[in-house]
């Protein structure tokens, strides 16, 4: 078996791919006809060749230097450095890169998404890292995450297509406007 940083981000981005077409097909049901297949790439690519290189390079990391007395205490230590230091620079990076190649604003994605994607982040993925950190070989850490990741790759892929289910002041001060534009049509 290769090393774990000398094999290719093909399961990730597959995996991330999978995700948003699970998204747009059995969550949203926009049906084959209107399935977006540039927002499946943009999450193809980031699966691929954002995050699927660094999370190798994190679990490494963590699993060289982040090494306390005993296995708990290291179990614990890397599940906080996970969800405190990876998590929320993963999901700025993810909620940033999408909204840049969209073409929509960056600063209006993360106001939107970023609260509510990190509060599921923190309700699924402590739970998983703790197992994964505990009963599976560094080898094999990715690999787990990217199955678990699977249906938080579908979330992923939902949220950042509608910024969340609240909306935010920009959404309100553009809806006040366009209804305003369409009453003043009305009464021209």
Known sequence: MRPLSQRPPSTTLVL?????????????????????PSRTGRMFAYGGFIFGP?????????????SLGTTNRTIAARVLCDQFIFAPVNMTCFLSSMAY??????KDKLSKAW?????????????VQAVNFKFVPLEHRVLVVNFVALGWNCYLSYLNSSGSTEKGTVDRIE?????????????I
Do not use: C
């Open 175 to 187: 809806e006040a406007e366009s209804k305003a534009a369409n009453k003043i049509k009305k009464e």
């Open 54 to 66: 660094a999370a190798t390079k994190w679990y490494t990391f963590l699993a060289n230097r982040v």
């Open 101 to 106: 190649f969209e073409g929509s604003s960056v």
């Open 115 to 127: 609260v509510p994607g990190m509060t599921n982040n923190f309700l699924l993925w402590p739970w």
């Open 16 to 36: 991330f791919a999978t995700g948003d077409v699970i998204a747009q097909q059995a969550v949203e049901k926009k049906g084959l006809d209107k399935h977006d």
